[in-house]
C-alpha cells in the first residue's frame, strides 16, 4: 500500500467529521454514532464516494477543463496559470448552508496573514462551485462579498468564482476528479456532501500540496504556496524559510525541520566568518601596503 493511499484512509475519520457539515441532520447523527471500532479505511455508505483522495504529483488537464467565470463568459482553466505564479484551488459550491462559507472565511483570514502577498500578483486563487444550477450571478456575488471581506480591491484580477452548467457538469467532475475531491449529492437534505479541503497547484497544473479544515495558519498557506512555485515567488528570507520546513504528513501541517536549520545556521556562521576573514585579511593588506608607501 503506497504512503498516499494509507495517509488518505487515515485521514477518513476527519472526513467523517467534517463532510456532513453541510447538512447536519439525520446523516451526521448516524455518523456520530457508529461504532468505536469502526476501521478508519472504512466510509459509511452515506458518504461513500464523498472522500478526499490525495493526486500529489498528477497534472490537471487545464487545456481541456472549460467553465464560466462571475461573468458568465467560458473560460479555459488554462487562462489563470501564469509562469511563476501558484493557484490555490477551493471547490465546494455557493449555496452551501455552513462548511463551504467556513472553508471560503478560513481560507480569506489565512490570505489576510501573508500581508506581502496578493491574489493576481504572487498567486491565483480558483473558487469553483460543484452545483451545476449556480450561475454567475450568485458567484460574482460571492466574489463581491470576499472581496469586501479580504480588504484588497486589487486581488479581484486574481480571485475567480467559476461555475459549470447541466451541459458542462462533466467539466467540473473532470477537475474534481483529477485533484482527488469526492462529493455527493444528497438527494433527501438537497445539499452536497464533500471535504473541507484547499488544493495548492503549480503554475503548470501540478498538484503540489493539500491543506485540510476550515481554519488554515497563514505560515502553512504562504510556505505551500512557496514551495508550489519552486520559489519563484517570495524573497531571499522566504526562500529560507521554505529550506528549514518541511511538510509533514501525519500533522498535516508544516514543521520545523531541525536538520536543514542547523545546516542553515551553519552555511550561516560560515558566510558570516568568512566575510570577518575577508574584511581582515583587506585591512592588514591596506596596512602593509601603507607601511610599505611610507618607506
Not at 480571485?159 to 467532475?173: K, V
Amino acid at each position: 500500500m503506497s504512503v498516499n493511499a494509507l495517509s488518505s484512509m487515515k485521514f477518513s475519520a476527519l472526513i467523517l467529521a467534517l463532510v456532513h457539515l453541510c447538512a447536519p441532520t439525520t446523516s451526521f447523527a448516524n455518523i456520530k454514532t457508529a461504532p468505536a471500532n469502526l476501521d478508519v479505511g472504512q466510509v459509511p455508505k452515506e458518504i461513500k464516494g464523498a472522500e478526499v483522495t490525495e493526486h500529489l504529483g498528477d497534472t490537471v488537464s487545464i487545456n481541456d477543463i472549460t467553465l464560466r467565470d462571475e461573468t458568465g463568459k467560458p473560460v479555459k482553466l488554462a487562462e489563470f496559470f501564469h509562469k511563476g505564479r501558484p493557484v490555490l484551488l477551493n471547490l465546494g459550491y455557493y449555496g452551501c448552508p455552513m462548511l463551504c462559507s467556513m472553508v471560503l472565511n478560513g481560507m480569506t483570514d489565512s490570505m489576510k496573514g501573508v500581508t506581502e502577498w496578493t491574489p493576481g500578483r504572487e498567486y491565483e486563487i480558483l473558487s469553483v462551485s460543484i452545483d451545476p444550477t449556480e450561475g454567475p450571478e450568485l458567484a460574482a456575488k460571492k466574489k463581491q462579498a470576499y472581496l469586501e471581506s479580504f480588504g484588497r480591491p486589487e486581488a479581484a484580477s486574481g480571485w475567480h468564482f467559476l461555475t459549470g452548467t447541466r451541459q458542462t457538469e462533466d467539466q467540473i467532475r473532470k477537475l474534481a476528479g483529477q485533484v482527488g475531491f469526492g462529493y455527493k449529492y444528497d438527494a433527501e437534505q438537497k445539499q452536497y456532501a464533500h471535504g473541507a479541503v484547499l488544493v495548492v497547484l503549480t503554475p503548470e497544473g501540478r498538484v503540489s500540496r493539500y491543506l485540510y479544515g476550515m481554519k488554515f495558519f497563514a505560515k502553512d498557506l504562504k510556505l505551500a504556496l512557496l514551495e508550489a512555485s519552486n520559489g519563484k515567488i517570495g524573497n531571499v528570507i522566504e526562500r529560507i524559510l521554505l529550506f528549514c520546513y518541511r511538510y509533514d504528513p501525519q500533522s498535516r501541517k508544516y514543521s520545523v525541520y531541525l536538520n536543514r536549520v542547523m545546516q542553515a545556521g551553519s552555511a550561516g556562521t560560515i558566510v558570516l566568518f568568512g566575510g570577518y576573514l575577508a574584511v581582515f585579511w583587506r585591512g592588514q593588506r591596506k596596512r602593509k601596503n601603507k607601511e610599505g608607501s611610507l618607506t
